[in-house]
């Protein structure tokens, strides 16, 4: 595994997570070992066995799969309470490039629900209007958005989430009937894809957090390479 380091310092690491990795086993026994981004971590810095609980260690927040960009990993206990504080009172910014399908109407918007497992597929998340009152322990999400490129078929989106829920980005555009390209999970049966796209269109581009020395740090990652090609091939037919 080639990992591109970002940044690092006694305390903190930043990786370019690249698409198809699974951070790390999240209790599913048809996952074989030796597949998870944590075990190279581990490889690379055998001190994060001692820093959080297994299966997570030092990883402080997750990417799906199929998601590549910007993920932070606390290389001491420290680091991992105090960044972890952040996310869990929204103190960090975390923005995403996702090509949604079809024309998403306004330019910028906020989807606020209430998300939890879905009923039909436990593999899934469902979201539900902050009204429901039919299911227990849904959790809060928001999601802001704002159109950064239109195409045939397809809308480029900044999106930044103020709450970390799983597959959060992924089942709220899927709310609003825009899911994302190349998303086999929460795409519909009718749902376009671009030709070449062999995952779902979705990477983690900007993180801002403080770091233990106080210091604000932004960190940014580029759109792989495979992803700008299908950017590039939808301008070409735009045109």
């Known amino acids: 595994m080639d990992l591109k380091i ?40 055998p001190e994060l066995k001692n820093v959080g609980e297994a299966p997570r260690h030092g990883i402080v927040h997750r990417l799906d799969k199929d998601t590549s960009g910007i993920l932070l990993i606390a290389k001491t206990p420290e680091a991992l309470i105090f960044l972890q504080k952040q996310f869990k009172n929204r103190e960090v910014v975390k923005k995403y490039l996702a090509l949604a399908t079809g024309a998403v109407k306004d ?4 989807i606020h629900t209430l998300i939890g497992r ?16 039919g299911k227990k322990d849904l959790r809060e999400a928001i999601t802001d958005y704002k159109v950064l490129q239109r195409f045939e078929n397809y809308t480029l989106l900044e999106v930044q989430i103020k709450t970390g829920r799983k597959h959060q980005i992924r089942c709220h555009l899927a709310y609003i009937h825009h899911p994302i390209a190349g998303d086999k999970m929460y795409g519909f049966k009718d749902s376009p894809t671009p030709e070449g796209l062999q995952r779902q269109f979705l990477h983690a581009s900007y993180l801002k957090i403080q770091l233990l020395d106080g210091q604000i740090k932004e960190f940014t990652s580029e759109l ?12 070409a037919r735009s045109l």
């Open 107 to 110: 330019d910028q918007g906020t």
């Open 224 to 235: 792989p390479e495979e992803l700008q090609t299908i950017i590039m091939n939808l301008e």
């Open 118 to 133: 879905a009923k039909s597929d436990p593999r899934k998340q469902a979201a539900h209007s902050l009204e429901y009152k």
């Open 6 to 45: 970002i940044y690092e310092d006694s305390d903190v690491l930043v990786v370019d997570k690249p698409a198809g990795i699974i951070v790390f086993n999240e209790g599913n026994p048809s996952t074989g070992s030796g597949q998870f981004l944590i075990d190279e971590l581990i490889h690379l810095y």
